[in-house]
């Protein structure tokens, strides 16, 4: 019956195709590379028309044109793009040569549309699915992102698996509200949310007077699979990112996954094996007799020798974070289908495990794009994802109860015996409330998520001719997750156990239901009345919801081993519930004179539910201007020039108020069974609105010798109105904080990156590129008065946000107080950063590898500090601290606690081998012989990522943050999970 | 033409989004708005927003404690993730006591909460009167028992600030009242127990049930005594002998022996909405959370004395930031054991001290119910007033011990440099800075 419907369509193509070749005049050709390599998929437009093909396979093309002669215009991502008149209809050969700088891909300017990258007047980064997984594949989406572009500082805050990255592009965009962009994948919004297991039932880390969660979950960004995305674009400010309006302030990542291409089915099927190790040990204490009896007393003495003696001295270090956690990546996608209905299906697992035993990351994710031309004015578009993650995290961190694995670590000598007996009974930990070898084996710290991701595109040409065309898009997406969170603590660790002051066992567990919605509709007209002016109109409206519940289960005093949270003595829950609704519309004007002159004037307007005012519209303008110099004729077809702008634009965008800011509410509680009601502390604040960013971006695009050699270079001005500010309010209010608009912020930015192709030719290639990345940032104006925010505290190092100081200043006591009756100690920002890409290819070899090195930026390292205390720190007895060069590092530092916060602001700058791989590509020929020829291509390879690490950060790594990363203040270390190395081999098959 | 018939498509495009972008609006969805009370309460609402009181009066109050007793040099704390116990509360090397650091800024806010919860209640009742909700006695009940924490409370801040101060006035967030004196303070806040126990004595029972911390004074009639009792601490802060005994004569003092514990509560609960008694810490406790009892404690204690009990010696010592010592404070059997807010052994004190220069041989009386209690013979010292004084020091030292009375008794009697210095660089401070966020 199939054949026969096929037989069908066969014949009723033939039907048709003499129609049009009647009709019409037939061009014919093929389009290849300079190597003679056909180029399929090339964009082949008929030019002042939209009258257009794409090349096939073989790079063969056949379009229709109704008169001739035609202007013809090839153009393919990745190559330079020509025009060429054809006269008559005998076939044509086509030449594209690569292009670097890729000057003809599109990027979005518009809700719904895009625009040349040539004629943009943003930096706009784009990272192609190559960059993201194509030398070694990071195990999460953002951890991708690293390095290859300028404006962002990406940082991830512990080495556990699964992700727990922060991305923040172009400075500090806000001090208390949200600093991480938005993400779209295919038009849908998704969530990033960080959601804390509540494991500070146990931990108590909030209880020292910061209120921040220190629980370090999982990003939800982590769940999106690198290997289905085609591209990646990063709108960094405002002035790209104005249309997205009140959520865009902290810039946009906007994904698109790959979609099937018409033809026969390819299939690709590629697995990764590999293993994780610590990236940085830091090694034990050089302990003597005399060392144990001046740290430990007296009594210490004798265990150690017996244990050194006996050889049983033990690397507690090594015993928790030795462990080299295995690797494996299974990739699976077909792409195939007809000119009306494509498809691409992808299916994936990965599973990484942790440097430490029972931490791990596994993911699966399936996905099922479809594309459909119903009509040809008519087209309808699919984006599924499904993903099921689970993620076991350990238990690390600060901590107030001395109970994590990361905390207790710091007391644990080596000549303490903490291995279970014969029957697996741990002994207690004699220096600390918990033994972190029980901990690691029996507490349970677990994430699982089930996310759907939905997304569908309507075009409809509602109306079209010569000079101008309307065309409908319509958008609609659905991002929905549940997530479950496990931490059990089970009655025998040490710290559970009552007679140790313990709970008697405990189970938190969460249940979180996210549901977020989105739909939006444009009418987009283009008018091209000649050859010299274009004019694009589009207008839109929008609409999001989304809805986030958490039930969080607290049950101790589990009975037997049950770890049902009613199988339990007492038993707490809290729910919590935001919910938001935005609504917007969009309207944007886009002229173009020529390619040379290329303008475009836009509004965004915005509600919503978190406003103090819900029903009053907010306004985010946009304005831009490109010229393009080399399109002025100064130039002639074989200069060296090949492109040359000035790009400038200008936009606003918002940050909304946290969600229940105009609240003052209570919370409930309980005492001796007594139900009571008690304040939260934050005081309510009806007037909240959004914090305004206005971006100014300029900058200059120029490119020589067919693109194997450009600049970009960008400088903005970015300032933040209205901050929202978590003031601190007297105390004695009954209040803590108020949610205020007070303040302005200014960044100053340089991006600069240059692209070159040194040497090419049929056997070898180089690329390489530099990126350079500065920002500094102000806080212009403040309405509150100066307050220190984040951390710690003053003496061990807090943030101070003040009127003319950098936003992310570091200060403490200290010998040398300023003004503000603190010592500058340092400053969270970087001086720059700098990425180095290379990408080498020889014969069938590639290497392609990354090195990124930030200078400067400093981070508040309390995890020597803790070592300190207990007398364990790797450097306790060495003296390079003490200026006076008397004192060992650990005394010295405690000789400092109290006096000065100095020598717990470290710099943390590092220069890592980011990422490195070496690939070996098998010729075709070579495969001629295998499955009858059936295997297309074949790579195999190796991988690592952050091989080599240079840092003279005294911890397991300068990347770290005890906060999390949602914030402007994080490099904060407590006991980290350390950071880790990774390995891979990688085998690769297209058939 | 076409152009026009376009701009007629975004005309019409602007003109949907002028009527389609309504968002819905939320009411706090996590929690109860204070406005949601402003309109009037029920007698449900009244037993809630009470409850919230037993609740708030407890916060940090483990974080008071601990200052109180670091600083009067009862015990060290110690705690492995924190090393501003050892640190700054010692003041250990060059360190200071910080203004924005949780030893102050967390106790302190938190009594302060409850205050504001307090007068928020005592606004909502102005509303109720009058509305038949509860009868005029009720009200009245109500406001004595509120204003008694509020008082309260604000004694316990002032403990920490001593001369630097307090806010009295805080009803009105936008328009705090300014910082007032210690005397001032003093004043104050006896003026708002008076306050308290003329509404109390004019109050029916409680439109509320207490918690079992309250057994014996869960009625207007005795709950008074509770407050008096407090007043009473607070004449003798303010070096009045006459107040102290007139108070205390309204007061729930029982001069016997062996009747110490009678008094008003905290009450604990392993509900995870209710908090562990913050200062139990089990025998076996470890650097990672410990209070380890200063030597002095038991070197100076008299033999025999039961009150040594208060400390239980460890198998092992601890040491952590070069203090070393195996005695544990073991004031309490669990994590849900009752604190005591006042009670009667801390009254018979009072009485003692009140009386030392009014009449000395009821001072030594008062004081030899505490020693007897203890399992000590009849105190045989001399009885001139400096005697007399240290004696009855000596005495709360040991029956008030780790209940954060040490420090402020050496502290009002001018004998903060008596105390212990168990580091070369060791300071004992007088008083904590008021918060940063005071902006003082």
Redesign the interface.
Known sequence: MKQNYKSVKMALLFMLLPFFVFAQNEITGTVQDDNGVPIPFANVIEQGTRNGVTTDFDGKFIISVDNLPATLEFSSLGFTTVSQQITDTSPVLIVLSESLESLDEVIVTGLATSIKRSNSANAVASISAEQISGTTPAPTLDGALYGKFAGAIVNSNSGAPGGGLSVKLRGATSITGNTQPLYIIDGVYVSNASIPAGLNAVSGAAAGGSASNQDNPTNRIADLNPYDIENIEILKGASAAAIYGSRAAAGVVVITTKRGKAGETKYNFSQSIGATSILNSLGQRTYTEQRVEDSFGVAAVADFTAARDAGRLVDYEDEIYGENGFISNTNFSASGGTENTRMYAGISHNNEEGIVARTGYEKTSLRLNIDHKATDYFKISFSTNYINSISNRGFFNNDNTGTTIGVSLTGVTPYFDLFPDANGVYPDNPNGSSNPLQTRDRATNKETVNRFIAGTTINLDIYKAEKSNLELVARGGIDYFGQQSRAIFPKDLQFQRPENGGVNGASIQGNSQYKGYNLAAFLVHNYLPNDTWSFRTQAGLTNEFFRLSTELVVATGLIASETNVDQAANVGIDQTRNFQEDSGFFVQEEINYKDQFIGTLGLRGDKSSLNGDPDEFFYFPKASLAVNFNKFGFWNDDSIWNQFKFRIAYGEAGNLPPVGATFTSYDAFSTGGLLGLSLNGVLGNSDINFERQKELEFGTDVSFFDGKLSFSGTYYIKTIDDLILSAAIEPSTGFTTEVVNAGSLRNNGVELAVNATPFSNENFRWDTGINFFKNTSEVTELGVDPFNIGAFGATLGTFRIEEGSSATQIVGIGPNPGANGFQLHGDAEPDFQIAFNNSISYKNFDLSFLWQWKQGGDNVNLTALLTDLNGTSHDFDDVDLDPSGQLGNGPYRLSQLGSSAEVFVEDASYLRLREVGLYYNFTPTLLKGILGGRIDGLRLGFSGTNLINIFDYNSYDPEVSNFGGNSIFTGVEVTPFPSSKRFLFHLAVDF | M??IV?NI??FL??L??TT????????????????GFEQGITRGDL??????????T??RLGTYLDDCGVLGREYWRF??????F???LL??????L?N???YI??P??SR??????A??ILGFLDNAVGTGEFSDAEISATRGFLRTFIAYELLLNLNLTDEGG??LD?VD?DN?GPFVSKTEALQGIRSMLEQAITDLNQGSDFPF?L???FTGFDTPDTFVQATNAIAARVAAYQNDSSGVLTFLNNSFLNLNVGDLNTGIYH??????????NPM???I??????ARVMQPSFLTDGETGDIRLNKVQQRS??L???DL?GDYLVFLYNS?IDPIAIIRNEELILLYAEANITVNPIEAVNALNIVRNSASLGDYMGATDEASLVDEMLNQRRYSLYAEGHRWVDMRRYGRLNELPIDRPEDDVFSQFPI?????Q
């Open positions: 076409k152009k376009n498509y975004v495009a602007l949907v989004v389609a972008c309504d968002v819905q609006e939320f009411d706090d969805l996590n929690g109860p708005e204070v406005t037993q809630d927003l009470v409850g919230g009181i037993f609740y708030s407890r916060d705690s492995s993730s924190d090393p501003r050892t640190g700054d003041g250990g090397g060059n360190a200071v910080d924005n650091t949780f800024t967390g302190w806010g302060y909460r409850t205050v504001k919860n007068n928020l307090i806010r805080v967030e705090l049930p918690t079992g911390g009450v604990f609960g392993a509900d995870p909405t209710d908090f562990l139990f810490f089990p076996t406790a470890t650097t990672a959370g092992e010592p040491t952590l930031d070393t994590n918060p940063l966020t005071e902006n």
